[in-house]
């Protein structure tokens, strides 16, 4: 009795630390990857494999549910563009993300009745690789197999393992190229956040516009039905254009220009083969078509872009004399003063410079006009201009 006194306080301390030591050893977090194939495999043999490996797996690991796997997933894919996630980088990426060292893989290579299996066991230093080759081996005979590749890979130092440096450096060069992208995609916000802050000012702010720059005017004839060498096609004149407007208020504008042209060229409707060359008709040219307009304007502000379009009201004095090849004279000359229409844009630099394109048309109806020595009567379109224009914007 009194060995058993002894004996019973060291008992129970041994049958108490017992349980502590066996399961104070925690079994490490491992990652399965879902079974991947190459070849014809069904999604019913890849899953009953699967299960299989899961069950051998859970001797020596704890593993990870599939909920989290698929989260990780997901982030990997989203912080690492999806062309750019090859395989081996997003599993050492999920396997950062999970802080889980372990990962396993198995993958099915078929051709015919013959089925190499491949597993792969990654850690975050390094990764082994364990294969078998099974001929004519069913779905029961792979899942021996499966076991015994699991033996082998905790087991068997002939795992082949090797450092996956190359592979982490990858990684961190397609990581760099991310946030590469990632702040160029902020610098670009940036940038379009303070244009549109820039211009929504700008706009706010200007009052004035002065513009210079190129013009043609081109005054057009209907044809009657007439063969006659002489019946003109068109008048065009070419030359500059000074403008002004004044904005009123907000998408209102008043606006000033003058153009001031000279005849360039003289077309005519051709028919017969003695006057295919329209150039040979006139051998000299002169004559002026000057323009001026007063309007009003509504605009449309895209950050840089200003479209607009108005109506308002013009004179205008055209004159044209020209001599053709056989030294005759044909002289016109027109004036009038009708309402306008223009459409036209202005694209706006960030130092207050503008360049613009605008159209302008007289509107009304045709007029018969003659041109002396010419045997035809012509019916008269109002001139129509486009205008190509550097400005300023001040206050």
Same mark, same amino acid.
């Given at each position: 009795?009194?060995?058993?006194?002894?004996?019973?306080?060291?008992?129970?301390?041994?049958?108490?630390?017992?349980?502590?030591?066996?399961?104070?050893?925690?079994?490490?977090?491992?990652?399965?990857?879902?079974?991947?194939?190459?070849?014809?495999?069904?999604?019913?043999?890849?899953?009953?494999?699967?299960?299989?490996?899961?069950?051998?797996?859970?001797?020596?690991?704890?593993?990870?549910?599939?909920?989290?796997? !698929?989260?990780?997933?997901?982030?990997?894919?989203?912080?690492?563009?999806?062309?750019?996630?090859?395989?081996?980088?997003?599993?050492?990426?999920?396997?950062?993300?999970?802080?889980? %060292?372990?990962?396993?893989?198995?993958?099915?290579?078929?051709?015919?009745?013959?089925?190499?299996?491949?597993?792969?066991?990654?850690?975050?230093?390094?990764?082994?690789?364990?294969?078998?080759?099974?001929?004519?081996?069913?779905?029961?005979?792979?899942?021996?197999?499966?076991?015994?590749?699991?033996?082998?890979?905790?087991?068997?130092?002939?795992?082949?393992?090797?450092?996956?440096?190359?592979?982490?450096?990858?990684?961190?060069?397609?990581?760099?190229?991310?946030?590469?992208?990632?702040?160029?995609?902020?610098?670009?916000?940036?940038?379009?956040?303070?244009?549109?802050?820039?211009?929504?000012?700008?706009?706010?702010?200007?009052?004035?516009?002065?513009?210079?720059?190129?013009?043609?005017?081109?005054?057009?004839?209907?044809?009657?039905?007439?063969?006659?060498?002489?019946?003109?096609?068109?008048?065009?004149?070419?030359?500059?254009?000074?403008?002004?407007?004044?904005?009123?208020?907000?998408?209102?504008?008043? @606006?000033?220009?003058?153009?001031?042209?000279?005849?360039?060229?003289?077309?005519?409707?051709?028919?017969?083969?003695?006057?295919?060359?329209?150039?040979?008709?006139?051998?000299?040219?002169?004559? @002026? !078509?000057?323009?001026?307009?007063?309007?009003?304007?509504?605009?449309?502000?895209?950050?840089?872009?200003?479209?607009?379009?108005?109506?308002?009201?013009?004179?205008?004095?055209?004159?044209?004399?020209?001599?053709?090849?056989?030294?005759?004279?044909?002289?016109? @000359?027109?004036?009038?003063?009708?309402?306008?229409?223009?459409?036209?844009?202005?694209?706006?630099?960030?130092?207050?410079?503008?360049?613009?394109?605008?159209?302008?048309?007289?509107?009304?109806?045709?007029? @018969?006009? %003659?041109?002396?020595?010419?045997?035809?009567?012509?019916?008269?379109?109002?001139?129509?201009?486009?205008?190509?224009?550097?400005?300023?914007?001040?206050?």
């Amino acid at each position: 009795m009194m060995y058993l006194k002894t004996f019973s306080p060291l008992t129970c301390l041994f049958l108490f630390l017992i349980p502590a030591l066996v399961f104070g050893q925690e079994r490490p977090e491992t990652i399965i990857i879902p079974v991947s194939s190459l070849g014809e495999v069904n999604e019913t043999r890849k899953q009953i494999l699967q299960n299989t490996l899961e069950e051998q797996l859970k001797r020596y690991f704890k593993l990870v549910s599939q909920e989290r796997f !698929l989260k990780a997933q997901e982030s990997a894919f989203e912080e690492l563009d999806y062309e750019d996630c090859t395989e081996e980088q997003c599993i050492m990426l999920i396997q950062e993300m999970l802080q889980v %060292e372990n990962a396993f893989n198995l993958q099915l290579i078929v051709e015919g009745q013959d089925t190499q299996l491949s597993l792969n066991w990654r850690t975050l230093d390094e990764k082994r690789k364990a294969t078998d080759i099974c001929r004519g081996c069913d779905t029961f005979e792979l899942n021996n197999r499966i076991e015994l590749l699991v033996e082998k890979i905790i087991n068997d130092s002939s795992a082949y393992p090797f450092v996956e440096n190359e592979k982490q450096n990858e990684l961190k060069e397609v990581r760099s190229k991310k946030e590469i992208k990632s702040a160029e995609k902020i610098d670009e916000d940036q940038e379009k956040a303070f244009k549109e802050i820039y211009f929504r000012k700008f706009y706010d702010e200007r009052k004035h516009l002065g513009l210079i720059g190129f013009s043609s005017g081109t005054i057009n004839f209907e044809r009657t039905g007439t063969t006659d060498s002489t019946h003109v096609k068109s008048l065009n004149y070419t030359g500059f254009n000074l403008g002004y407007r004044f904005y009123i208020r907000g998408k209102i504008s008043l @606006s000033f220009s003058y153009d001031g042209l000279s005849l360039g060229s003289v077309d005519y409707y051709d028919e017969d083969e003695a006057n295919e060359d329209d150039e040979s008709i006139q051998i000299r040219t002169s004559g @002026s !078509l000057h323009k001026f307009g007063l309007g009003t304007e509504y605009h449309w502000y895209f950050t840089r872009w200003d479209l607009y379009a108005g109506g308002g009201i013009g004179s205008y004095f055209a004159s044209a004399d020209y001599q053709d090849k056989d030294l005759k004279e044909y002289q016109f @000359s027109d004036n009038d003063t009708k309402l306008i229409f223009l459409i036209g844009f202005d694209y706006n630099f960030m130092n207050n410079m503008s360049m613009n394109l605008e159209y302008q048309s007289l509107l009304g109806s045709t007029k @018969s006009k %003659e041109i002396t020595n010419s045997e035809i009567t012509h019916q008269q379109e109002l001139p129509r201009f486009v205008t190509f224009r550097f400005g300023y914007n001040f206050d």
